[in-house]
């Protein structure tokens, strides 16, 4: 099969999109080639199967000499016609962007009881939506542009509403800066790198100086957000935000929620990493409460990453009945490619900080990892495992393959230093004597200097257990 846009295109929609593309391209409206509508049915038809250009010519063309021109061409045009299918599905979908552009199309055709009954239908509908975020201010601005514009060209000079275009443009501009604001500086965090913010200070001093303004969630939660993020040492600015998620998480799309949800527990999980081991109890709220709420299930499936998050927090609170009727009820939930191996991973992890090593040893020897860090987590469970018990000499060979596996993977990132720093201090371990209290001494600062490095915690209840 040719592996281009179209063949990429044709293989991400499903059944009911199909149904509606084939009426689509059947439309005189968008497409009168029947080239092109019966390109679409050959594709539709062999989709699972695989084609050719080749094929699709003599299929097409059975009477005339192969020509590839002809057949790109023809994939062109269907590609055009499918991506203007999905701009108008999306159009179609966004109930208050259509009627926006309703309300333009009758100020131009200057239709007055028409643009009206639609200003007021449209209003109505603003009023009793549930939502109040950024995309909600951005349709009362445009609101309002339509408004003013309309009253312009009536010469309705008296009636201009100028202040609340104004005002609105402010809120939605402030929100969608401040959204794009906590992105900005969760992701510099990841990538060690700095961002030119923009106006961003002169958005800051505008909500700071103008308290009226965090009357609105989508300012309000992104302006407490950001702070709390952006000072880890002020309190108030977190426990502000966890305020407003309380009142005001249900005005957000549930994507937003989920975003909102995961700014929190960054804040909590940038404390526990500077050694603020108390907001492991906020992280485990905070992934209970959104569960609660439903964020973190999107169209039916729970991200494996989350899962992981999840049953993390719930061991780090010791709460093993709770975490283990979560790792078997949310296991349905989970993508299938990836089901049983996320379930077993974390199924020994439980195990594991249970101290059950007969039950998680089997668990990870006989599961196939193929996901990189589930295998990296794997080999340090073994590890830690190994040398518990005593088992020096799997323990040596398993340090010594594992240190192989990590420098032959080159899409390890910035894991590597992490599990090579892992793989050295077990080693140190090993050597370690009880009556070498000042060795002791020494290795637990070189552990606690050590900034990757995320067995810290473990790595010092094992000297102490050597040295007491």
């Known amino acids: 099969m040719n592996h281009n846009r179209l063949s990429d295109l044709f293989m991400a929609l499903d059944f009911e999109e199909l149904r509606e593309i084939s009426k689509f391209v059947r439309s005189p409206i968008f497409n009168q080639q029947e080239k092109v509508v019966a390109l679409f049915d050959y594709i539709r038809k062999r989709r699972t199967r695989g084609w050719s250009n080749e094929n699709i010519f003599r299929k097409l063309y059975p009477n005339e000499r192969y020509d590839v021109q002809k057949v790109h061409q023809l994939n062109s ?5 499918i ?28 239709l007055n009881k028409h643009f009206e009954k639609t200003l007021r239908n449209i209003h109505s509908k ?18 309002q542009k339509e408004a003013f514009l309309y009253e312009r060209e009536r010469g309705r000079t008296v009636k201009f509403n100028l202040q609340e275009l104004s005002n609105t443009q402010d809120i939605h501009f402030i929100a969608d800066k401040l959204k794009h604001a906590c992105t900005l500086l969760s992701h510099q965090t990841m990538v060690s790198k700095d961002y030119d913010k923009g106006l961003l200070n002169q958005v800051l001093n505008t909500v700071e100086q103008n308290p009226d303004l965090q009357n609105h969630p989508a300012v309000s939660i992104y302006y407490q957000a ?12 977190f426990e502000m935000l966890k305020n407003l998620m309380d009142s005001h998480i249900q005005k957000f799309f549930p994507s937003e929620q989920r975003d909102i949800y995961i700014l929190a527990i960054n804040y909590c999980i940038r404390k526990i990493n500077s050694n603020v081991r108390s907001y492991f109890k906020e992280v485990n709220h905070l992934y209970k409460k959104g569960l609660q709420d439903g964020v973190f299930i ?6 494996r990453w989350t899962y992981n998050n999840i049953i993390i927090s719930g061991l ?21 490619k990836t089901r049983e191996d996320s379930f ?3 199924l020994a992890r439980f195990h594991f900080e249970k101290k059950d090593y007969d039950t998680t040893m089997p668990l990870l020897l006989k599961t196939k990892f193929d996901d990189l860090l589930h295998n990296l987590g794997a080999k340090t469970m073994l590890a830690k495992m190994y040398f518990e018990l005593k088992e020096w000499d799997a323990l040596d060979n398993l340090l010594e393959s594992f240190r192989v596996y990590i420098n032959r993977k080159k899409d390890i990132g910035y894991h590597k230093e992490n599990y090579m720093n892992i793989i050295s201090f077990i080693k140190k371990l090993t050597q370690l004597q009880p009556y070498e209290k000042s060795y002791s001494i020494t290795l637990e600062q070189q552990i606690l200097s050590t900034q990757s490095l995320t067995e810290k915690e473990w790595l010092i209840q094992q000297i102490h257990k050597i040295a007491s």
Request: with cysteine; proline share 2%.
């Open 77 to 81: 045009n269907l590609l055009q016609l």
């Open 83 to 110: 991506e203007q299918y999905l701009a108008w599905r999306e159009w179609k979908n966004n109930g208050i962007q259509s009627d926006l552009d309703l309300l333009k199309a009758y100020r131009k055709k200057n």
């Open 126 to 143: 603003m009023d009793h939506s549930p939502y109040r975020n950024e995309t909600y201010h951005q349709s009362n601005y445009q609101l």
């Open 226 to 237: 950001y702070c709390s993020l952006n000072n880890l040492t002020e309190t108030s600015s």
């Open 298 to 303: 999107e169209h039916g499936i729970l991200s």
């Open 316 to 336: 780090k609170m010791r709460d093993f009945d709770w975490v283990e009727q979560f790792i078997h009820s949310y296991k349905p939930y989970l993508d299938e």
């Open 344 to 346: 077993n991973y974390n």
